[in-house]
Nanobody, 124 residues
Framework: QVQLEESGGGLVQAGGSLRLSCAASGRAFSTYAMGWFRQTPGKEREFVASISWTGYSTGYTDSVKGRFTISRDNANNTVYLQMNNLKLEDTDVYYC?????????????????WGQGTQVTVSS
């Protein structure tokens, strides 16, 4: 069992930066692939980024490539999402997810554990 808690969301102007953190409980964290997703109410949850259990393999949705960076610190059971050059369309609730396996892709169904989400609002 893994419990996830996101932090770091907030209000930022377009072009600014935020770093989201996801703190995980449970000793299995270091063996799980992790992901970040985002969702607007009434829409499907959208894949943002993923990272393998070792941190050596990462993946991003096209709209954030070159702007967002996912990373993890297994010693501290934390995964991060560094978001630079934020755009209005990045406004969303961001969710951290743990796959329950060492690798995972872009589908929400591949992830077993979810955080409660943190709001990111980008203003003009």
């Amino acid at each position: 069992q893994v419990q996830l808690e996101e932090s770091g969301g907030g209000l930022v102007q377009a072009g600014g930066s935020l770093r989201l953190s996801c703190a995980a409980s449970g000793r299995a964290f270091s063996t799980y692939a992790m992901g970040w997703f985002r969702q607007t109410p009434g829409k499907e949850r959208e894949f943002v980024a993923s990272i393998s259990w070792t941190g050596y393999s990462t993946g991003y949705t096209d709209s954030v490539k070159g702007r967002f960076t996912i990373s993890r610190d297994n010693a501290n059971n934390t995964v991060y999402l560094q978001m630079n050059n934020l755009k209005l369309e990045d406004t969303d609730v961001y969710y951290c997810a743990a796959a329950g396996s060492r690798v995972a892709g872009r589908r929400p169904s591949e992830y077993k554990y979810w955080g409660q989400g943190t709001q990111v609002t980008v203003s003009s």
